[in-house]
């Protein structure tokens, strides 16, 4: 079943970069619409928040449509929303054009985890999902990257252009190599919104939203910062950016390895390291090139991050897998909206290098959230995922 997982992952690919290319671009399409950094920002956290939104009641809707046919139907939406971003007049029809691929984004990674998770059977779940998540670093390596890379040689509305036309192209694949799938019988809503009832549950969702904060708060104005406080010239900037997502590949890899047996650990250790290296990466951008070794630290800790929130949300909820995996997409999305806002924020009042701080601040919160759940609460055991 590798080729449907490939093929799940390079969808994957363009429904991230869809989110995540704007961060590249921050800076170019601000002076384009005539807004601020921080109203340019905003962009990520109406993204953000309509996924945020969405994804519980969007996921339910869909229990029961065939699994190919919604991967397909998801990609040409993220396809529809790029083209008409290409062609956005305005700021706020901008903002509108994108929300349509934010309906389709958080019912990708709620049901594609589960999917993924079934496909690589009990012992090898984690593994699917972390060939699924590297789809995330390969979003950062390559497609925010390429993507600042072709708006600086040619306009950020042709690159928007070209992601919506690799959407449609992967909307495609996915009708071609991947399985039809009837999904499980589930339980009712109402029985699988029982897992909101445990306390247990909601403080691991509590931890989502603090750890999805901390990765957002600098990472979305990093392009900024390169550019303003590291001095990097805005056509090296791509490049940097390829070197975050490249040691974030190894992050997902290494995650990987040990998601499956310690979930929480992982989500502990990629914090640490994130609220570290993002609070030394922003202080040391005025010592030359040394800031790349945080920032290095940084990419891999906030890929691991990924993959190990949503499995742990996962693996507290394994009766009800979907619903779970789609309230943990929700409260990530509301952490990287709140991120993107804060961080703006942050800036408006305070200026790019107070970024570091901040972040590190919301992840020091994270760790205590994490440290009270270790001490207080018994996590249900990691039960592997039936395979479909």
Known sequence: MRLPILTLAAAGFAVVTTEFVIIGVLPQLAADLGVSIAQAGLLATIFAFTVAIAAPFLTALVAKVERKKLFAGLLAMIAVSNVLTAFAPTFETLAAARIIGALALPVFWAVGTAAAAGLGGPEGGGKSVAILYASISAGTVIGIPLGTLLADLMGWRVMFGAIGALAAVMSLALLAFFPTTKPEAAPSLLTQASILKRGSFLAHLVLTAFAFTSMFVAYTYLADILQTLANVPSAQVAWVLMGFGIVG????????????????????????????????????????????????????????????????????????????????????????????????????????????????????????????????????????????
């Open 249 to 388: 590949l190894f992050g997902n890899w290494l995650a990987g390895q040990y998601v499956d047996r310690n979930p929480m650990g992982v989500t502990v250790v990629s914090l640490a390291a994130l609220s570290a290296a993002s609070f030394a990466t922003v202080a040391m951008t005025g010592q030359g090139i040394l800031f790349l070794i945080p920032l290095a630290i940084w990419g891999a800790a906030q890929s691991a991050g990924f993959i190990a929130n949503q499995l742990r949300v996962m693996k507290q909820a394994p009766e009800a897998q979907e619903f779970a995996s789609a309230l943990s997409v929700t409260i990530a999305q509301v952490g990287i909206g709140l991120g993107a806002l804060i961080g703006g924020r942050v800036i408006d009042t305070a200026g790019l290098p107070a970024l570091g701080p901040a972040n590190a601040m919301i992840g020091i919160a994270g760790l205590v959230v994490a440290a009270f759940i270790a001490l207080t609460m018994r996590s249900r055991p990691s039960v592997a995922v039936p395979a479909e």
